[in-house]
């Protein structure tokens, strides 16, 4: 199971920062961006846990330098089940 990391920003230019920075922090692929209102978005990650640890400390770091960063969270071996509550591409399912 690959795990996930998130960032949430405030603000699209560091979103994309964020996002930039991450991938190529490290071997992880972007699984996609959520705008939440009220200028917060969201990006994620995916990939093995070390990499995926890496890439969101980088695009966090970044988010703070190009703007505000609201948050950032990496969930290891996350259930299956998991990715129905979220509205991003971070499993390999057909469905």
């Known amino acids: 199971m690959q795990s996930w990391g998130f960032i ?7 979103a994309v920062a964020a996002a930039d920075a991450m991938v ?3 071997d992880v692929k972007l699984a996609g ?3 939440i209102g ?3 978005v969201t990006v994620a990650v995916v990939g093995e ?8 400390d980088a695009g966090a770091a970044v988010a ?3 703007g505000q960063l609201h948050c950032a969270h990496v969930i290891a071996r996350p259930v299956v089940d998991a990715s129905k ?6 499993t390999d399912d057909k469905e």
């Open 64 to 66: 703070k330098q190009v």
């Open 8 to 14: 949430e920003v405030i603000g699209y230019i560091p």
């Open 24 to 26: 190529k922090a490290a």
């Open 33 to 35: 961006r959520e705008v």
């Open 85 to 90: 509550i979220v509205n991003l591409k971070l």
């Open 49 to 56: 846990i070390g990499a995926v640890r890496t890439a969101v």
């Open 38 to 40: 009220g200028g917060f």
